[in-house]
């Protein structure tokens, strides 16, 4: 497996790949501390693409000036080895100075849809990961991108972000992995103490919980979210952040909910920030 640290030698080796050997290029954007939900995107890529290129890259730009980006875990060489066996051709794992050359002043702003949800309590957030993820599929060229469902208004932004640049990559979407107990898989899940995961569990049952609701015919948002915050007046140690019912397109608010409504919600669990969702059926 090739380590790949510039964007020169990333595009070179898509082009190489490409028109040398006409392969397809599947990349799998992440930012390390690898587990078994990016594990599961990296093999629908290797299934799905000729050759896969994971990129490891803690973005700057995504974090608020009070979060976690200092200590963000950085666990390189596991994460290769677990890239490697799950069957990715190349690691891009560039410097800061690589992505954001000195004086850089280029942004991407997908407007409206990057201020809902996480947009709107992470200020400055989606403009990160627009501006990152539009780098990297400028780079690499993919035919295929993939991404969780886990990180539901993330799609939503780069899906439209693809549609507005015209860029060529398809959007792949992979269902969210979790722990038998329920809980989504997020390498913010190593900054739980035990007692916050057993509390961190109140996600998940939410999200099953409306699941059920909406399977058994229940179609009304306000009672659907009621529900879901009962669930959590369970555990008062928990602070919400939201629990919406949204167009999954545009992440508007929808009053009755629909086949491919987008439930989602996010929370504080101590200081940690956790989300978790269903797309209803
Ligand atoms: P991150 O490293 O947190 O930026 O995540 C990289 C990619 O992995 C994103 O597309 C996430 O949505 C995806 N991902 C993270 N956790 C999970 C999970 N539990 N199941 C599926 N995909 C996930």
Redesign the pocket.
């Given at each position: 497996m090739e380590i790949l640290r510039t964007v020169a030698e990333l595009r070179q080796w898509s082009r190489k790949e490409r028109n040398r050997s006409s392969h397809t290029i599947g990349l799998?954007?992440?930012?390390?501390?690898?587990?078994?939900?990016?594990a599961?995107?990296i093999r629908a890529a290797a299934a799905s693409c000729d050759r896969v290129v994971v990129s490891i890259f803690v973005?700057p730009t995504q974090f608020g000036p009070n979060e976690d980006y200092a200590v963000y875990p950085r666990t390189f060489d596991a994460d290769c080895a677990l890239a490697q066996s799950e069957g990715a051709s190349a690691v891009f794992a560039p410097a800061v100075e690589e992505l954001y050359p000195a004086g850089a002043a280029t942004f991407v702003e997908v407007e409206g849809l990057s201020h809902r949800l996480d947009g709107a309590s992470r200020p400055g957030h989606f403009r990160g990961v627009a501006t990152v993820v539009a780098k990297l599929l400028i780079a690499a060229e993919p035919d295929q991108a993939?991404?969780?469902?886990?990180?539901a208004a993330?799609?939503a932004v780069l899906r439209r972000m693809v549609a507005d640049l015209r860029l060529s990559a398809e959007i792949v979407v992979?269902?969210?992995?979790?722990e038998p107990d329920g809980l989504?898989?997020?390498?913010?899940n190593l900054y739980l103490s035990p007692a916050e995961r057993t509390q961190a569990l109140t996600l998940s049952r939410a999200v099953r919980l409306v699941e059920g609701l909406a399977a058994s015919g229940e179609r009304r948002a306000a009672t659907l979210i009621t529900a879901a915050r009962q669930a959590f007046a369970a555990e008062p140690a928990i602070r919400i952040d939201y629990i919406v019912l949204v167009d999954w397109a545009t992440l508007e608010p929808v009053e009755i909910a629909a086949p491919g409504t987008l439930f989602a919600v996010a929370a504080y669990v101590g200081s940690t920030r956790l989300i978790d969702n269903a797309i209803l059926g």
């Open positions: 799998v954007p992440t930012m390390g501390a690898l587990h078994a939900g990016h599961s995107l973005n993939f991404f969780g469902q886990k990180d993330q799609v992979c269902p969210i992995v979790r989504a898989l997020s390498s913010r």
